[in-house]
């Protein structure tokens, strides 16, 4: 099997940079994704490859990696980037997809 | 606009069969892997598995295989998941999302979800 570990909790005021982090031992060779889920709704890709932002993700979502962990950024965090955020990854075979527990951003 | 279109809401009992689906719109349906996620109520996200349309390739994760079935329709661009004998433990929203084309990588794009609840 393969996990991938997020803390359960983040907490920042508004207009704080947010960082969570994501532990897996193939993020070296491996890339991260990271899903943005607000209550009753369906995951959001907010970074793919790492550090790609798709084109409808405001510019204060950014990915990094190093090692084995990714780290998803919001610089500047707003109220309404509460969510729950799910980091993705597979292990170093490629076959098997795994999410993170995921991490409760609270702004306020 | 890509969109992914899911079954609507079921509730069943214990021991009956399911088959829920997943339509493609507005892409070639055939090209991206498409997998289901599962989510219990108020926990997190757990890849069940992926098909690859245009050659029926199937993955599971070991938690999933031997409980559910993924498969996929290409002719009416749909993909399905079933269960032969639900038990309560698969009350949970069921979400199918698309790869980018060509690659079994991150999903980047998600249907609205199916809630499934099983009594017993």
């Known amino acids: 099997s393969y996990e991938l570990t997020q803390p359960p909790s983040v907490s920042v005021s508004p207009g704080q940079t947010a960082r969570i982090t994501c532990s897996g031992d193939?993020?070296?060779?491996?890339?991260a994704y990271w899903y943005q889920q607000k209550s009753g709704q369906a995951p959001v890709l907010v970074i793919y490859?790492?550090?790609k932002r798709p084109s409808e993700i405001p510019e204060r979502f950014s990915g990094s990696s190093a090692g084995t962990m990714a780290t998803l950024t919001i610089s500047g965090a707003q109220v309404d980037d509460e969510a729950d955020y799910h980091c993705?990854?597979?292990?170093?075979?490629?076959?098997?997809?795994?999410f993170g527990g995921g991490t409760k951003l609270t702004v306020l | 606009e890509v969109q992914l279109v899911q079954s609507g809401a079921e509730v069943k009992k214990s021991g009956e069969s399911l088959k829920i689906s997943c339509k493609g719109l507005?892409?070639?349906?055939?090209?991206?892997?498409i997998g289901w996620v599962r989510q219990i109520p108020g926990k997190g996200l757990e890849w069940m598995g992926v098909?690859?349309?245009?050659?029926?390739?199937?993955r599971y994760s070991p938690a999933f295989q031997g409980h559910v079935t993924i498969s996929a329709d290409k002719s009416i661009s749909t993909a399905y998941l079933q269960w032969s004998s639900l038990k309560a433990s698969d009350t949970a929203i069921y979400y199918c999302?698309?790869?980018?084309?060509?690659?079994?990588?991150?999903?980047?794009?998600w249907g609205q979800g199916t809630l499934l609840t099983v009594s017993s």
């Open positions: 999302a698309r790869c980018p084309e060509g690659a079994l990588s991150g999903f980047d794009s």
């Open positions: 507005g892409y070639r349906f055939s090209r991206h892997w």
């Open positions: 098909i690859y349309p245009g050659d029926s390739d199937t």
């Open positions: 193939a993020l070296s060779k491996k890339y």
């Open positions: 490859d790492d550090r």
């Open positions: 993705y990854s597979t292990d170093i075979s490629g076959n098997l997809w795994v």
